[in-house]
């Protein structure tokens, strides 16, 4: 039986597959439709895009492959294939036995894309279990129920998430950061999903009626003496008629602006803040705007495009910096979108939790998709250009205690490195790395236990 130990300092999501074997602990599951695997097609796979690309990533389990990546108007869905490259096990009589591997789909599993700020569900799988925990009267403790595989065997199945914002075409898969299951984490996956073009259609001015023509008098012309039997003299020029011209109506105007506006407020008191919301598209790394509330108020409003998804941050001195997604895909222009914003005031000694931090699998290598809750870090420090912080690393207490220290130490030295890359003075943060000394919970399945690997802020001066 095949068990890897893998050290991580924040649990942040699940998105990917993961190879298990019967460990005391795990993640529970909860059930989830199954569909016959084969490669049928089913109704949402005739979306224009829906044409299978050839895989790319880099996967944390070298046992796991990505054979193709296509998008449907619903969907994101991968397909893979796990390789049994275990040693083969024979009973007495030579007949092969199961290599120890059990395999399956964790649901909690997600995508995640624009650096960490935008993540995607998992919906369904086809061709693997679901995985499942159950409790094990013989050996008194929790095991995982899946698939069993042989040495040798290949497993396809196909997974199915959310469907990305378009724009967005680079994306991590993450399916657990666990200290007792290899999981299937697949990096720097790659496909094909063209943005809409944004467009800003201004009301159209009515179209501008012909100016009419004067009847003028008839022009009288000196001509020479006609023949004989004709009269003679002056002759009239024919007039011209002018044809009469009815105003052209004004099409509608194309509406395709959708206004956001909400308040932001102090979460504790509920008295109005005065805070800059940054904006962009969720495919831009570049902020497109800000805008600012009303000091008396805390209102504030902005003009987006409709069809669109966007992600913003709100900050404001001596608070802490909040992000948020607006998905004006399927709003119509024209409409109103209300989204309030609490901020929750900063104090020294305060201890902050950063939700959303990804290393890769058992070393300390930051991944982008810890960017955007970095930089909601980064914009608080900037609005509190005295506050300084010290960076707290901490692991799960199974494995290596020395690994455990030192792999802490190491990630959090990797988050300093970041914001100063941004422009904040090395001197405002410091580092600390606990390793497994300081869990929060010391039972429990992984899955119950995954708050123990974090990192974590603490404010020293503001």
Known sequence: MRQRYLIFLFLAGLTSACTFGSYPTGYPSSGGQQYPSGGQQSPDDTYPNSGSQPGSGRTADPDVTVNSIRLTKDYTILNLTFTDNSQPIYDQNRRPLPSGNTIGIDPNSYLVAANGARTFAFVRAEGIPIKQEKFDSNLGKQILVGRNTYSGEKVNF???????????????????????????????????????????????????????????????????????????????????????????????????IVNVSGIVSDAKNKRPVTATIDYQLSSSKQAIDSVQSFASTGAYRMSLQKGQVYTYIASARGYQSTSGVLDLSKIAGGQKLTRDIALTPLAVGDKVTLKNIYFEMSKSDLLSASYAELNKLVSMMQDNPNMSIRLEGHTDIIGDHDKNLQLSRDRVIACQRYLVQKGIDIDRIQTIGYGDTRPILTKGTDEERKVNRRVEFVILTI
Request: proline residues 18%.
């Open 158 to 256: 196909t997974l199915y998430f959310q469907r990305l914002d378009k724009g967005l075409e680079n994306f991590d898969l993450f399916e657990c950061h666990s200290d007792a299951y290899t999981c299937w984490n697949i990096y720097n996956l790659y496909v094909n999903n063209p943005a809409d073009p944004v467009v800003y259609n201004p009301p159209t001015k009515p179209a501008s009626t012909p100016t009419p023509v004067p009847n003028l008098p008839r022009k009288k012309t000196n001509l020479p003496p006609a023949p004989s039997g004709e009269s003679g003299g002056e002759m009239e020029t024919p007039r011209t008629e002018v044809p009469k011209t009815k105003p052209t109506p004004a099409p509608a105007p194309v509406l395709t």
